[in-house]
Nanobody
Framework: EVQLQASGGGLVQAGGSLRLSCAAS?????????????IGWFRQAPGKEREGVSC????????YHSDSVKGRFTISKDNAENTVYLEMNSLKPEDTAVYYC???????????????????WGQGTQVTVSS
């Protein structure tokens, strides 16, 4: 069974940093059980639609970021740990949201920022940035 466990959220002041983790189980990052997935981070603020933040293709490490986080957020993977990280720096109050990670092997290119492509989702982790 594919499972994704997101963690690392919390309360931070504007300008601060947080690192989110997305630990995967039920598949590995080596082209096994579900092929070569893309792993994406999405967020949903109160009263807003869920939006793509950053994503990474496991097979080649290519990453994409939304314009709102480009230059501030970094997504990376640890194949040995089967975990994807989202390093968030220079946080702003508008980054406040519940952050979700998702995985799917049928996602290509920058489409990994589009939530509709993903079948596997983890629970969210709350990130709150105070001004």
């Amino acid at each position: 069974e594919v499972q994704l466990q997101a963690s690392g959220g919390g309360l931070v002041q504007a300008g601060g940093s947080l690192r989110l983790s997305c630990a995967a189980s039920g598949f590995t990052f080596n082209g096994g059980e579900i092929g070569w997935p893309a792993i994406g981070w999405f967020r949903q603020a109160p009263g807003k639609e869920r939006e793509g933040v950053s994503c990474i293709h496991v097979h080649d490490g290519v990453t994409y970021h939304s314009d709102s986080v480009k230059g501030r957020f970094t997504i990376s993977k640890d194949n040995a740990e089967n975990t994807v990280y989202l390093e968030m720096n220079s946080l702003k109050p508008e980054d406040t949201a519940v952050y979700y990670c998702a995985a799917d092997p049928s996602v290509f290119g920058s489409s990994c920022l589009t939530q509709g492509w993903y079948d596997y989702w983890g629970q969210g982790t709350q990130v709150t940035v105070s001004s």
